[in-house]
């Protein structure tokens, strides 16, 4: 069962399917208006819905020790040159393209209002693999021809107790995971795979923070997953939608008691 959708609040929808659709190409779904759009990544949808100035600012921090969203990823071909359009046109980074652990190529940068996005070429060569017939399944997608909705990462505290969550309600498996010898924090990555896309949890060996979800601040809000309703506190979304928030306060729906939401 894999992630459906993923909302970004944004305060001015029309500049952000503008930019959404000019350097990743995602395809307009239906007719976008000033409140909402919906957009086409292949493997899922990503909902575009306005918020407004006055709502505060957003409390999602960069750095990854921050328990909850991390980022949005997208497969791509091309990095580099995707870059380099991406730089031209005075796009905000956080890491320049490089090669990076499991064998792949990355880059990080910013959308207009702050939600941080990944750019991943090439399929990983993980650490370890848990489950090979689901990692031949994502091999299997190969390499897209226009940029692939991939993934949603979260910092977490405990990679088992996550996994086993996200299983029972959800149908992920964890197919793999890959380690960053490099990192003095003690970085660790896991995959955990449903349908075509990912949820990557990364775990650390120091202290992480906490903060609470905010449905109607500018960024991530909330991604929508296939499978049954869990037994989690819930909040409201301006629009009504009841979203549940994981242990590490990452904001999700289930399909089930989802209230317009995108695909």
Same mark, same amino acid.
């Given at each position: 069962m894999p992630i459906k959708n993923v909302v970004v609040n944004c305060t001015d929808v029309q500049r952000s399917v503008e930019y959404y659709t000019r350097f990743l190409e995602l395809r307009v779904v239906g007719e976008p208006t000033a409140q909402r759009a919906v957009l086409d990544a292949v493997t899922a949808t990503v909902e575009l819905r306005a918020v407004s100035n006055d709502r505060g600012q957003s409390t999602w921090s960069p750095d990854d020790l921050q328990k909850g969203f991390r980022h949005i990823g997208f497969k791509v071909d091309r990095i580099d040159e995707r870059a380099g359009v991406l730089k031209d046109a005075g796009v905000e980074f956080?890491?320049?393209?490089?090669?990076?652990?499991?064998?792949? $190529?990355?880059? /990080? /940068?910013?959308?207009? +209002?702050?939600?941080?996005?990944?750019?991943?070429?090439?399929?990983?060569?993980?650490?370890?693999?848990?489950?090979?017939?689901?990692?031949? $399944?994502? $091999?299997?997608?190969?390499?897209?021809?226009?940029?692939? /909705?991939?993934?949603?990462?979260?910092?977490?505290?405990? $990679? +088992?107790?996550?996994?086993?969550h996200y299983h029972e309600h959800h149908g992920f498996d964890f197919i793999g995971t890959i380690e960053q010898p490099h990192d003095s924090r003690g970085f660790h990555i896991g995959y955990l795979k449903g349908g075509e896309t990912v949820l990557e949890v990364f775990t650390y060996d120091v202290p992480k923070t906490s903060r609470d979800p905010q449905l109607d601040v500018a960024g991530f809000a909330y991604a929508e997953l296939a499978g049954d309703p869990p037994d989690l506190p819930v909040a409201i979304s301006p629009d009504g939608t009841k979203v549940y928030v994981d242990p590490d306060g990452f904001p999700y729906t289930a399909s089930t008691d989802t209230v317009g939401s995108g695909a």
């Open positions: 956080k890491l320049d393209p490089l090669d990076a652990e499991g064998n792949v $190529r990355i880059c /990080f /940068f910013y959308d207009p +209002d702050g939600t941080l996005l990944e750019l991943i070429q090439g399929d990983l060569e993980y650490a370890e693999v848990l489950d090979a017939a689901g990692v031949a $399944r994502e $091999r299997s997608l190969g390499v897209p021809e226009r940029p692939r /909705f991939d993934h949603v990462a979260v910092t977490i505290e405990d $990679r +088992d107790a996550t996994a086993a």
